[in-house]
């Protein structure tokens, strides 16, 4: 079907950054809005950032000025490019796709990544 994997995630200083990457593979006829969204450990899974299929981009109030949503349509990848990181970022990090596919009619499905670790910590 389709599957979505992630990658980039690890250790990183406050201050400091890191880019995730998620990419997506399969029954795929177009994406639409792909979005990265974040569970701190006790916490329920929160949204991070989005971006459209017409490249608008918004984002949470925590991450607004620090944190960068962009794709790459041709490799069907989304990137978040987080800066200025902080402690209280710390969290597993989930990309999620809204994909058209075909199997002898179309239909839309959302997809979620594995989540990637991301830790901020000195």
């Known amino acids: 079907q389709v599957q979505l994997v992630e990658s980039g995630g690890g250790l990183v200083q406050p201050g400091g950054s890191v880019r995730l990457s998620c990419a997506a593979s399969?029954?795929?006829?177009?994406?639409?809005?792909m979005n990265w969204y974040r569970q701190a450990p006790g916490n329920q899974r929160e949204f991070v950032a989005r971006?459209?299929?017409?490249?608008?981009?918004n984002y949470a109030d925590s991450v607004k000025g620090r944190f960068t949503i962009s794709r790459d349509v041709a490799k069907k990848t989304v990137y978040l490019q987080m800066n200025s990181l902080k402690p209280e970022d710390t969290a597993v990090y989930y990309c999620?796709?809204?994909?058209?596919?075909?199997?002898?009619?179309?239909?839309?499905?959302?997809?979620w990544g594995q989540g990637t670790q991301v830790t901020v910590s000195s």
């Open positions: 999620n796709m809204y994909i058209q596919s075909y199997s002898g009619s179309y239909y839309y499905n959302h997809y």
């Open positions: 399969g029954n795929i006829f177009s994406v639409n809005d």
């Open positions: 971006i459209t299929n017409a490249d608008i981009t």
